[in-house]
């Protein structure tokens, strides 16, 4: 019929596994002690612009209601839940330290000549009131048993901390434009451009090599080593250059090592964080799997300085590294499972009833089909 809706079966399939991933990945939450929280999709604009990422701003959905209100479409879940849990606190209806958990659209528009929009859907975790390392190891294994339990392979974890280029930038005296230049040439893991542009700067050359050892394409726990030779006294440096190394060995002890690098480039991402970071990537969906990090000034635009950190799981990426015939999908159910509905209807459908109550899969058949 030509009015009937149709799902074709790698949609169907593509369907069903997303909903298994918000499931499992749900699971894994509420098992380490994080509540699930619902956030607007819709929010005003200027009680929210203070916290979001500038792409994030650039890339939104804008719109006037009819009381004058500039509106926006939800571009990225973390700033609304820092909205909500800073007026949580503000009224006591809520004790620290928090953890929350979401799974959630957001809308953004492509970067394309079109401007279409792009709709994902975020799984994640905040963790708000904790500063220490375990804050930021408890964030990590809540990842690390999600893709574990969704049965992926492929991943790796790529480690940075933005707060380490943040203060090697700052002690290069730059400019701001200069920063977002060398900013870019860190994430181009270019150490030739960041060279060139600090030296004609005139910064001094311990912090040109500093600065350019974060574009260091290897990544590993040398440039940590590299970064303390060069500025040895630097004590604010070597206080989060041991906690990654700390955070490291950590999860190493604990059995991850294979599943972590150290990556000081990797400084992608929104623009809030603030100290220790990851990228998760898989060559097999060709694309980060999502991002995470430690943001302890974003609860600040809301009037609540509070510690936080998280990370999102973007579904679709997921659905991606992941195989559709993984899930049990009705197409591929036993025939044990079928009821067939003949010429009694009460008949059939009371075995239905039956079986559901059970909680047995149950699949309605036609005797004709």
């Keep these: 019929m030509a009015d009937s809706p149709y799902i074709a079966p790698a949609l169907e399939a593509s369907l069903g596994v997303r ?23 819709i929010d005003y604009f200027d009680s929210l612009k203070r916290a979001l990422d500038p792409d994030a701003t650039e890339r939104s959905f804008r719109f006037v209601d009819r009381h004058g209100n500039v509106m926006i479409l939800r571009t990225d879940v973390t700033p609304s839940i820092a909205k909500l849990a800073a007026y949580q606190i503000e009224s006591a209806a809520a004790r620290l330290p928090m953890r929350v958990s ?20 975020q799984l994640g975790i905040e963790l708000i009131g904790v500063p220490t390392l ?50 870019e040439a860190i994430t181009a893991r270019d150490p030739t451009g960041i060279r060139s542009i600090l030296g004609e700067l005139g910064a001094r050359e311990r912090f040109i090599e500093a600065v350019s050892t974060l574009a260091d394409f290897e990544g590993g726990l040398h440039q940590l080593s590299r970064l303390q030779e060069l500025l040895p006294d ?3 440096l070597h206080q989060r250059l041991g906690r990654i190394r700390n955070l490291f060995t950590t999860l190493s002890a604990l059995g991850y090592r294979d599943r972590i690098r150290i990556d000081m480039a990797e400084l992608g991402g929104a623009s809030y964080y603030t100290g220790i970071a990851f990228n998760i990537v898989s060559e097999v969906a060709g694309r980060s799997l999502g991002r995470g990090g430690r943001y302890d000034d974003l609860l600040a635009a809301f009037n609540q300085k509070q510690p936080a950190v998280g990370f999102s799981l973007t579904t679709e990426a997921l659905v991606d590294a992941l195989q559709p015939t993984d899930i049990d999908m009705p197409s591929t159910r036993a025939m044990s499972d079928a009821v067939v509905v003949g010429e009694s209807l009460v008949d059939a459908f009371q075995e239905a009833i039956n079986r559901r109550l059970e909680n047995r899969p149950t699949r309605i058949v036609s005797e004709r089909s």
């Design 19 to 41: 909903r298994q991933v918000t499931f499992q990945a749900m699971r894994v939450f509420s098992g380490w002690g994080y509540r699930e929280v619902q956030v607007p999709l």
């Design 102 to 121: 979401y799974a959630n659209k957001t809308v953004r528009i492509d970067r394309g000549h079109d401007g279409r929009a792009s709709e994902t859907y």
């Design 134 to 183: 375990a804050g930021d190891i408890e964030n990590f294994l809540v990842a690390l048993e999600c893709l574990d339990r969704l049965g992926l392979e492929d991943y790796q974890f790529n480690v940075t901390d933005h707060g380490i280029a943040r203060h090697l930038l700052n002690a290069t005296g730059a400019p701001q434009r200069i920063r977002e230049e060398v900013h």
């Design 234 to 236: 630097d004590k604010v």
